[in-house]
């Protein structure tokens, strides 16, 4: 449309991934990302929503499951919990039901074939 701005996306999925790891809480995050590298949310002039830190965290976690499993699985064991596959695999599922679309999550199945027998 002339005249409308698109929305752009402020948060990096990454940073809020690390920061998440870091705190233990998508509630911390939003405080560090303002004050550490300056990220609020202009539209408001307020600290960005916890919701928008744990969806972008999720997001990137759904993109590099390798990488970010084994950080998980210390964020767990550091409370206490043993990260099985099962529970894995079961929780990579639900997130990305919730962090994407309808044909976005049946496509992230396709392209995770491994992952099918894990949706509830």
Not at 24 to 34: C, D, F, I, N, Q
Not at 45 to 70: D, F, I, T
Request: hydrophobic share 40%.
């Amino acid at each position: 449309m002339i005249g409308k701005k698109r929305l752009v996306k402020i948060l990096d999925p990454k940073l809020c991934f690390d920061l998440w790891i870091e705190t233990g809480s998508v509630y911390k995050v939003p405080a560090l990302l303002h004050s550490r590298h300056g990220v609020f949310n202009v539209k408001l002039g307020q600290e960005v929503s916890h919701m928008g830190v744990w969806s972008a965290a999720w997001k990137y976690v759904l993109e590099n499951l390798v990488e970010c499993r084994p950080k998980i699985a210390e964020t767990w064991r550091a409370n206490g919990e043993l990260l099985t596959d099962q529970k894995w695999y079961e929780m990579v599922c639900e997130k990305a039901k919730l962090v994407k679309s309808k044909n976005g999550y049946e496509q992230y199945i396709k392209d995770h074939l491994y992952l099918t027998p894990y949706q509830k």
